[in-house]
């Protein structure tokens, strides 16, 4: 698989992971979608997406390392998730 292919499945799998974890069916389809500002994201729905994602993508999530900006939206979420496998 091509990177961007690679990017695009991650981006779709944490949409999917996000609107699952919010409750919020339509972010699935929404990477841009702020899930801070439309008041999607309360503190245990980020708790289970922070442990999906370390589940789902071997890495470690620091929350005292991160800004808000990092769980803004799904895209954030896959950059922030891309950042840290390349990091190891």
Known sequence: MN???DHRVMLEDICAIAARVCQ???VAGQ???NL????LMDSLAFLQLLYT???RYGVE???TRLCQ???AS???IAALVERLRCQG
């Open 36 to 39: 801070y500002e439309d008041q």
């Open 3 to 5: 990177p961007t292919a």
């Open 69 to 71: 900006e990092d769980f």
């Open 61 to 63: 999530i620091y929350p």
């Open 53 to 55: 994602l370390e589940d």
């Open 24 to 26: 919020a069916p339509e």
């Open 31 to 33: 990477p841009d979608r």
């Open 74 to 76: 799904p895209r954030h």
